[in-house]
């Protein structure tokens, strides 16, 4: 149970997953045939300590875990109160064949796609993936080069708005290469990378994690044709599901109509502050 102790906006102690905002996905991590014997031994010793924290919170948990339902009955069991609210996350379950996946799309959306990648190839954009980190320094210098050139570094949101986000997600993508998890697509002109989409792979699933592109080729729709792009990639490659990550934002919608139902589940014990703070 990869725990933490913090405070909750209430300044109530909490113990929580660790994992702040930039995350989206959480669970326990717990072998399914010993998750009984693990949630009944974890759930008494929430209890015993129970002077040490007013609120457990579980934030990303999925719905569809098979550890979700084992967490929610065995705290019901010992009388721990329970508070949750859901979000939904876009999921692509992806077809045997790229052509399959747009003729399921809407017309217009079809058409604006091929559209936009007439448009960027006759521009000489091409796209490429990138799955193994020999140049592991070189992609890091290149992926912040495209962020400080995004709107995101504009609302000071980016990859390289602060030596912390910086230092974060040069650990996450050196990681990436490390497990062989890396899915980079890369869109160049001329040998100049201007835009970038970082994924992970895992088993039978990409995982969207960051995506941007240089501003200056904002009319080519570089995001859009470099994801488009990695899709195509991923029914090639024989993945099951392509997971865009976060919540269910408009724009998503256009790529899927799948979703996955995600939890953030809080924890309350019977002592008086625990119970003022569940309602």
């Known amino acids: 149970a990869p725990f933490m102790q913090t405070k909750s906006p209430s300044d109530a102690g909490r113990i929580q997953f660790t994992i702040d905002d930039k995350g989206s996905r959480f669970d326990l991590l717990v072998d399914e045939s010993r998750q009984d014997i693990f949630i009944n031994a974890l759930i008494n010793y929430l209890l015993r300590e ?3 924290w007013t609120e457990v919170f579980l934030n990303y948990l999925p719905t569809f875990s098979p550890h979700y ?6 705290a019901g069991k010992q009388n721990l109160l329970i ?7 876009p999921v692509i379950h992806l077809p045997v064949d790229w052509e399959d996946y747009l003729a399921e799309r809407k017309k217009k959306f079809r058409a604006n ?3 936009n990648i007439r448009k960027a190839e006759k521009s000489g954009l091409s796209c490429r ?10 992609l890091l210098e290149q992926i912040f080069a495209i962020e400080s050139k995004t709107w995101k570094q504009q609302e000071g949101t980016s990859l390289v708005a602060d030596e912390k986000s910086r230092r974060f997600y040069t650990k996450v993508i050196q990681a990436a290469v490390k497990t062989g998890s890396l899915y980079l697509g890369m869109m160049e002109k001329d040998g100049m990378p201007v835009a970038y989409d970082f994924n992970w792979a895992r088993s039978d699933t990409v995982y969207s994690l960051k995506m941007g592109f240089d501003e200056a080729f904002r009319k080519y729709a570089p995001g859009k044709v470099l994801f488009a792009y990695t899709i195509q990639k991923s029914i090639e490659d024989n993945f099951k599901h392509h997971e865009l990550m976060g919540i269910n934002e408009g724009f998503k919608t256009e790529w899927t109509s799948n979703e996955q139902v995600h939890s953030r589940c809080h924890l309350y014990h019977p002592g008086m502050m625990s119970r003022i703070q569940y309602l």
Do not use: A, C, H, M
Request: proline residues 3%; aromatic residues 6%.
């Open 50 to 52: 129970k002077n040490s």
């Open 69 to 74: 339902p084992v967490l929610k009955q065995t």
């Open 83 to 89: 508070g949750e609210n859901y979000f939904s996350s």
């Open 113 to 115: 796609l091929r559209s």
């Open 129 to 138: 993936l990138i799955r193994d980190g020999n140049q592991i320094e070189l």
